[in-house]
């Protein structure tokens, strides 16, 4: 059905579906997710933990989990997505930039990400996410309200104009207590950074540990004034 629906007719059903879902659970906004969309529906994940992509599996087995490797991330990061791949019932689906980093250092120089951060996130997570996602009439993250001024007006179904898609995100009311008692419950991989003082995993070079008192994206993009890599503007 939602195949041959027009993106005006997408973007008023990602509206109703956000308004009729708003106090439903993940389980009943993933599966009305699966049954709208089917194959054309996505899980989207950083691999800093695997919740939404395991609320996803137990609900659409087989479900794909798109990753960007963005070659800039922590070991910690690779390990958890090959594990993910290796123990749930999810298709994990890796999308890299166009260029390698050495192909990008060659040329806009090196470290770009220090130079241009908006720029070497649109090379490297914007752009093949848009390419990564041709494919889908809707996507899921792992969006909370409760992780930063900037997000919390989340919807749980909402309209992604950028990418003219639906986009899903069935934990926007949790907080990181819902997060880290769903894990705990149902053994859910983390990241192993997020116990060594990361409270947010991005690319190695511009992420930091949190002090404590900080909001839990203070650690990206440090100083910068920057809060967001441009995925979710």
């Known amino acids: 059905m939602t195949q041959t629906l027009r993106a005006e007719d997408l973007e008023a059903l990602a509206g109703r579906a956000g308004r009729e879902l708003e106090d439903a ?15 054309r529906f996505c899980v989207t994940s950083s691999m800093e933990d695997a919740v939404v ?4 599996s137990r609900v659409f087995p087989g479900v794909d989990v798109v990753f960007l490797d963005t070659g800039y991330h922590f070991p910690e990061t690779i390990g958890t997505r090959d594990a993910v791949e290796a123990v749930m019932d999810v298709d994990v689906i890796t ?14 120089g090196p470290k770009l990400h220090d130079r241009d951060p908006d720029l070497c996130c649109k090379l490297r997570k914007v752009q ?18 409760d992780e930063s001024p900037t997000r919390a007006n989340t919807p749980v179904v909402g309209w992604d104009a950028k990418r003219q898609k639906v986009k899903v995100s069935p934990i926007a009311r949790w907080t990181q207590d819902d997060v880290d008692t ?7 991989l983390t990241n192993p950074l997020l116990m060594d003082g990361y409270a947010s995993v ?11 008192g900080e909001d ?18």
Do not use: M, N
């Open 53 to 56: 992509a395991h609320l996803a």
């Open 182 to 188: 769903y894990v705990a419950e149902h053994g859910v």
């Open 216 to 233: 839990v994206r203070a650690g990206r993009w440090a100083g910068r004034g920057k809060t967001e890599c441009g995925l979710h503007d």
């Open 202 to 212: 991005g690319c190695a070079p511009c992420t930091r540990r949190v002090l404590e």
């Open 128 to 145: 093949p996410l848009q390419e990564g996602l041709t494919g889908y009439t809707a996507w899921a993250t792992g969006l909370r309200r």
């Open 95 to 108: 999308l890299t930039p166009r260029q390698t980093v050495a192909e990008q250092d060659a040329e806009y």
């Open 25 to 39: 659970s993940a389980p009943e906004i993933l599966t009305w997710a699966a049954d709208t969309f089917g194959g």
